[in-house]
């Protein structure tokens, strides 16, 4: 029976979109009452903040210091809090250190700030970028050796917050492995900058440049935004700083993610904000949340008088704007304060470990060597290196070098510090702490390796067509396994889907996607015109599969048929009748056998399945009394295959979304995910080599059709998998390309061997796994030769065959002919 429509499977889509988006629902929570109340709340939190923010003056916030520690009035720097604060100082230490060694200073002789002219034309000014790299667990500072855990009071530390979890084992961004790897994407997109003009006396406490913008112009700094869109600065690099005087100071943002193996997905993710020295290369950067006012006393995690003071105007300056913003905010809608928390739980803010991050750019390497021209000419050359990633104009540029940075990372709630790993503590081949690509690069190489993507995809489009004419007849395209045609087309449906929304999304990108979605389609369409093809000719197949089991349920129910139903009574006004039982009705009858004198001519090519299949098929299609059901055997080869088309999208969807869930999954979980769907796809010519031996077939596909499918569509995998630097950022892995390519390698021995030895050369017949096929090359013995048997053409001729219609059958010899049938010539070839 035809399959029924794809209403069931469009209803289950429907409920799994509406479960998906439920799923992440980011209202607010339902105890949260008052919008209007709750608003007010935040502004005032966001004023108080500020202010602590706005009178702070450097070493007012001293807690490592045993005889006189002092705190501030921020959540989170609060005595009460409970934070490990007794680390920050070895915090410092560790940033001073970084710093030092990035300038080539290796005592304390030479650390004031005129070193910092050093680094001058030898780094990046712009960090916009992800580096990635690994991390060890800095052990220094400690409180008698070890890490101390302690218990947090969260009601204390953050009063008015419903959380919904307390246990401090529960919290997550919490990192408890040895190692890890780490990965910083750097934003310095649409930020402020701020040149601090820094003199022998500072900015006296509560004096601000941040009150108002009339008294920010009275004071000597100079202020600049900066617009940038999709990543690329409109800025002439030229401006900067004296590096005697001034300090250049730069707001930036940064997606921070550590992992370790005890984190689930691509590991802990946060989202930090802070500050960035061009010049000097120095990024200090924090998480803010409900129980960390992080933003807001980030000043206080630098190492000195000069870089407190040009962070804390920077940010001064950011929050204040902010803080305007959300007042004109919170008089259109008051619920535009009140976005959820991060990370929650039932709709309630999750306690999570805080962190605070300090990099260090590293001199750039040309070649493998350092640069250390210190000239003002090698200034002007990294600037205009610069300028031509971000405003291409064809100018000559030596290769490209890397984004790298040295990190340290403290958790002062959680107690744990973390360094990149790299010299001089580790060796090189440990690390070279973090190494990436600036986000013109980074961009650039995407873009280049969908072109890419786009020829191996336009490749397999063009070998498919070369496929398709070859299988011209029904027997030739009877022989190819529907099933790895599937495959086929679903990778490349996959592609389009893909690439479709990110040349939809991704504007930076968007010509190199929208050209490789655009080769994706080819490959489909023609996919789809071949699959069609296929379904329809091995139709006849399927309806003698279904004759066949209908046959056999008919035998199975005859050999146990139902129980005798006793005739139910009925009580009438007359009395009681016994309805009598229901006749037998003719369709029970058996079948009768129409293919027996079904004539069977052998093709050109030998194929002699297809073309009973055929026959066969022709033969139950004769039109009886009545035309309906011929007209539905007609059409149902075309229409059978339109509720495929639903499931074919379906299974699409399933395998994005569950593509998309697996980023959240634990790694050993993800990584199995992704082998497994690898190394199905990667089974394609398995259905084939079944299909050989099903229809005895020796050859179905083109020696380069296979060999060509085979190679493109290993391709991809052999970037990810064997090139560390891809564009995803995933883990190499040359087994896993060893294997699959391996795997490949033996499904094509399998064909080959298939075509050379016979399609059944290594199943053996006693099993019973498939029906005997016609032998067309017999071997021939010696001993068969005086058998006596005769070859084809002398053996007894049925009289009233199609053929010889006026003979009967007879065993005379030649001799005995009658003179009447001497049109007939027999030879004798024995």
Same mark, same amino acid.
Request: charged share 20%; proline share 10%; hydrophobic share 40%.
């Given at each position: 029976?035809?399959?029924?429509?794809?209403?069931?499977?469009?209803?289950?889509?429907?409920?799994?979109?509406?479960?998906?988006?439920?799923?992440?629902?980011?209202?607010?929570?339902?105890n949260l009452g008052d919008s209007q109340n709750t608003a007010e709340e935040q502004l005032a939190h966001n004023r108080h903040v500020f202010g602590v923010l706005n009178t702070t003056s450097y070493g007012d916030f001293t807690p490592e210091d045993s005889d006189e520690p002092s705190y501030l009035n921020l959540t989170g720097f609060k005595a009460e809090d409970g934070y490990k604060w007794e680390r920050l100082s070895a915090f410092k230490e560790r940033s001073d250190e970084l710093r030092k060694w990035a300038r080539g200073v290796q005592d304390g002789s030479n650390s004031d700030r005129e070193g910092g002219r050093g680094l001058e034309g030898r780094i990046y000014t712009n960090v916009t970028g992800v580096v990635r790299g690994n991390w060890a667990r800095y052990m220094s500072g400690l409180v008698g050796g070890k890490e101390r855990r302690s218990g947090f009071n969260l009601s204390v530390i953050a009063p008015g917050v419903a959380w919904a979890l307390t246990d401090e084992e529960l919290w997550t961004r919490n990192v408890t492995g040895r190692e890890g790897k780490v990965m910083l994407r750097l934003d310095e997109a649409a930020v402020e900058e701020m040149i601090v003009q820094v003199t022998k006396e500072h900015v006296t406490e509560g004096e601000s440049s941040a009150k108002t913008e009339e008294e920010t112009s009275k004071r000597e700094a100079t202020i600049e935004k900066r617009d940038i869109s999709d990543g690329i600065e409109r800025v002439d690099l030229g401006i900067g700083a004296n590096p005697g005087t001034d300090i250049l100071v730069r707001e930036i943002a940064a997606t921070l993610t550590v992992q370790d193996e005890s984190s689930s997905g691509d590991g802990h993710e946060m989202r930090m904000h802070g500050v960035h020295w061009p010049n000097e290369g120095g990024v200090l950067l924090t998480t803010t949340s409900d129980k960390f006012a992080g933003a807001f006393g980030l000043p206080h995690f630098t190492t000195d008088e000069d870089h407190f003071t040009s962070s804390a105007e920077i940010m001064k300056k950011i929050c204040y704007r902010r803080l305007q913003k959300l007042e004109e905010s919170a008089k259109e809608n008051p619920k535009s304060l009140l976005e959820p928390n991060s990370g929650q739980i039932d709709g309630l803010p999750t306690p999570h470990c805080e962190y605070i991050l300090f990099a260090q750019v590293l001199p750039l390497?040309?070649?493998? *060597? +350092?640069?250390?021209? $210190?000239? =003002?000419?090698?200034?002007?050359?990294? &600037?205009? *290196? +610069?300028?031509?990633? $971000?405003? =291409?104009?064809?100018?000559?540029?030596? &290769?490209?070098?890397?984004?790298?940075?040295?990190?340290?990372?403290?958790?002062?709630?959680?107690?744990?510090?973390?360094?990149?790993?790299?010299?001089?503590?580790?060796?090189?081949?440990?690390g070279e702490h973090l190494i990436g690509l600036k986000q013109e690069v980074w961009l650039e190489t995407i873009r280049s390796w969908l072109l890419v993507f786009a020829a191996v995809a336009l490749g397999q489009a063009l070998i498919l067509k070369d496929q398709c004419k070859e299988a011209s007849t029904p027997s030739t395209v009877g022989r190819v396994s529907i099933h790895t045609v599937a495959m086929m087309l679903l990778a490349d449906g996959l592609l389009f889907f893909t690439m479709s929304l990110a040349s939809a999304t991704l504007s930076s990108i968007f010509p190199s996607a929208l050209l490789t979605s655009f080769a994706g389609l080819m490959s489909v369409a023609l996919g789809v015109r071949f699959l069609v093809n296929i379904y329809g000719v091995q139709e006849p197949e399927r309806l003698e599969q279904e004759r066949a089991q209908a046959a056999a349920l008919a035998e199975l129910q005859a050999r146990n048929p139902p129980a005798a139903v006793r005739s139910a009574p009925v009580i009438t006004a007359a009395g009681v009748d016994t309805l009598p039982l229901p006749i037998a009705s003719s369709s029970q009858a058996p079948p009768r056998n129409t293919s027996q004198n079904v004539p069977i001519i052998v093709p050109?090519?030998?194929?002699?399945?297809?073309?009973?299949?055929?026959?066969?098929?022709?033969?139950?299609?004769?039109?009886?009394?009545?035309?309906?059901?011929?007209?539905?055997?007609?059409?149902?080869?075309?229409?059978?295959?339109?509720?495929?088309?639903?499931?074919?999208?379906?299974?699409?969807?399933?395998?994005l979304l569950l593509s998309i869930m697996s980023t959240t999954w634990p790694v050993p979980i993800r990584t199995a995910y992704v082998y497994l769907c690898s190394f199905t796809y990667m089974s394609l010519w398995v259905?084939?080599?079944?299909?050989?031996?099903?229809?005895?077939?020796?050859?179905?596909?083109?020696?380069?059709?296979?060999i060509v499918q085979s190679l493109l569509r290993l391709s991809p995998f052999a970037y990810f998998f064997l090139y560390e630097d891809n564009f995803l950022f995933s883990e190499s892995s040359w087994t896993a390309m060893m294997v699959l390519t391996g795997w490949v390698w033996c499904q094509l021995v399998a064909l080959y061997s298939q075509e050379v030895l016979g399609p059944r050369w290594a199943i053996p017949k006693r099993f019973g796994w498939y029906k005997e096929g016609w032998d067309y090359h017999p071997v021939l013995r010696e001993d068969n030769v005086e058998s006596g048997g005769?070859?084809?053409?002398?053996?007894?001729?049925?009289?009233?065959?199609?053929?010889?219609?006026?003979?009967?059958?007879?065993?005379?010899?030649?001799?005995?002919?009658?003179?009447?049938?001497?049109?007939?010539?027999?030879?004798?070839y024995s």
């Open positions: 029976m035809p399959p029924q429509r794809g209403d069931v499977s469009l209803i289950f889509f429907v409920i799994m979109v509406l479960w998906w988006i439920a799923s992440n629902d980011t209202g607010l929570p339902s390497k040309f070649n493998g *060597l +350092e640069y250390d021209d $210190r000239s =003002p000419k090698a200034h002007n050359f990294v &600037q205009e *290196l +610069e300028n031509e990633l $971000r405003f =291409p104009n064809g100018a000559p540029i030596p &290769q490209v070098p890397k984004l790298q940075l040295s990190t340290i990372i403290f958790s002062p709630d959680c107690g744990f510090m973390l360094e990149s790993k790299g010299p001089p503590e580790f060796a090189p081949v440990d050109s090519d030998q194929d002699v399945d297809a073309e009973i299949a055929e026959n066969v098929n022709a033969t139950f299609a004769v039109p009886r009394p009545t035309g309906t059901p011929a007209v539905v055997q007609q059409s149902r080869v075309t229409s059978d295959i339109t509720p495929y088309y639903g499931q074919f999208i379906l299974l699409l969807t399933v395998i259905p084939q080599i079944k299909r050989n031996i099903t229809r005895n077939c020796r050859k179905a596909l083109l020696w380069r059709f296979v005769l070859p084809i053409g002398l053996v007894k001729v049925p009289l009233g065959s199609p053929t010889t219609p006026g003979f009967e059958e007879t065993d005379m010899s030649v001799d005995e002919r009658d003179n009447s049938k001497a049109g007939i010539r027999t030879v004798d």
